[in-house]
Each structure stands twice: as C-alpha cells, then as structure tokens.
C-alpha cells in the first residue's frame, strides 16, 4: 500500500462503541439541524406483512424491535386517516411462478427466499392487528425494496399535495431505508419513527437509523407523529 493509500484508509473513523450507542450520540446531536415536517404528510407503511411481523408463524424471516411496533403504526395511520392525510401500504407479493420476482428474488431458493412470497399466501398478507380501510388507504404491491419503485406512489402523493412522507415498517436497513433515500430523492422531507421500524439484528437496525438520520431523514419518536398529526388543521 502506497503512503498516500495509507493516509487515506487512516481517515476513516473508528469506535469501540455498539451501533445503539453511536446511534444514541448522534441522535442527542442538538446541533443537527433537521429536515422538519412540511405542510401536509402522508404515512407510508412498508411491508407490514405476516412475513416479517409474526416470527410466531415464520419465525426464519419476521422481526421485532419494538414490541409495540404494529400497534404504534396502527395508530399514526388511524389518527391520518382521521384527518384526511394519506395513508399507503405496501407488501412485497409475487406471482405463483416468480417471474416478476426479478434479480432480487433470485439470491436464494428456499422453503423461507422472497419467491415463496406469493400473491394471496399467508405471508404476503398485512398483519392483522392493523387497521387498514381499503376503501380511503392506497395499498400497493411491489417487487422491490422501495416502496417508490413501479408503484403509482409518487403520483398518489403529489396528487395529494404532500410534502413529507412518513416511513415505517421494516426492514430497517433494506425497504424502509431504500424507500426513505427514495423519498428524499423526489423531493420530500422524510420522517422515521424509531418505534415503528424494525429489522433482523439491532446492529444493521442502529447503524441504518444513525445513516439516515445523518442524511436522508429525520429519525423521531412516534409521539413526534402524533403530535404533528393533532395540531394538522386541513390543507389551506
């Protein structure tokens, strides 16, 4: 290695410290300045299927960070639809064959890979304890990590006149962070609350929050939601 590759692999920071703590430090950071919320937001739920909420049922492949996640979701998009802000949700579901599972569905072929995700199983089914009102929720399908990719989400939210997109589900380091880098990339101010994403390991979970909350987003408690969506007084 010459002297100036070695300068340079030396800048690279180091720590001793767990992703949760860098995480927590640079959460308190009081000097960051953040994106904030706009004048209308819309709640963007990705991926809240039975497939990575219930490791009681598929326990290979399902996640959980915060307990109280579903429940968390359920209720920002309850008090959403309330106030007539849009509420999205996606599942990730292929055809019987997997021809439209793409390059992504082909990593892995086994009983628990993406092509098993079939149109109308059990585990491309939304959980449950969710309540999800089909006739005012956009609910999309899609085939790839963000929920922005093929999907008429983007035209929904600029029909809607929103600006800010509020991200949940999982998982944190894949579809909640590809569509979070999306929603940025078309112009919104973007909004993760921490209690309601989710992923495998709390390691890919806290350096992924910590990423986007340096860059791509504002990472919020979901009191910070619901907030906002109680003093939200309609489009002016």
């Given amino acids: 290695m010459s002297h100036t590759e070695n300068t340079q692999a030396s800048t690279m920071e180091r720590s001793n410290k767990s992703a949760r703590e860098i995480f927590e430090d640079v959460w308190a950071n009081p000097n960051r300045a953040p994106f904030g919320f706009g004048t209308k937001l819309a709640i963007v739920n990705v991926d ?63 009983p628990d890979s993406l092509q098993n995700i079939k149109r ?53 380091s894949g579809c909640v962070r590809a569509t979070a880098v999306d929603s940025l990339s078309h112009g919104y101010r973007t909004i993760v609350p921490i209690e309601c994403v989710a992923d495998k390991h709390e390691s890919y979970h806290f350096a992924n929050l910590t990423d986007l909350h340096l860059k791509y987003a504002d990472v919020v408690s979901v009191d910070a939601v619901l907030a906002w969506i109680s003093a939200y007084e309609g489009d002016r």
Avoid: C
């Avoid at 959403?80 to 021809?99: G, Q, S």
């Fill in 48 to 110: 809240p299927q039975k497939s990575y909420t219930r490791p009681d049922l598929f326990p290979k492949t399902a996640y959980i960070t915060d307990p109280l996640q579903i429940r968390h979701i359920d209720r920002i998009s309850w008090e959403a639809r309330r106030k007539n802000l849009p509420v999205v949700w996606t599942h990730v579901a292929y055809m019987e064959n997997a021809a439209d599972a793409g390059v992504w569905g082909t990593r892995t072929n086994t």
């Fill in 120 to 172: 109308g199983s059990q585990r491309s089914e939304f959980d449950d304890r969710l309540r999800i009102d089909s006739a005012v929720d956009a609910v999309y399908v899609k085939q790839m990590p963000s929920a922005f990719h093929d999907t008429p989400l983007n035209s929904f939210l600029n029909w809607h006149r929103v600006d800010t997109v509020v991200v949940t589900g999982g998982s944190t």
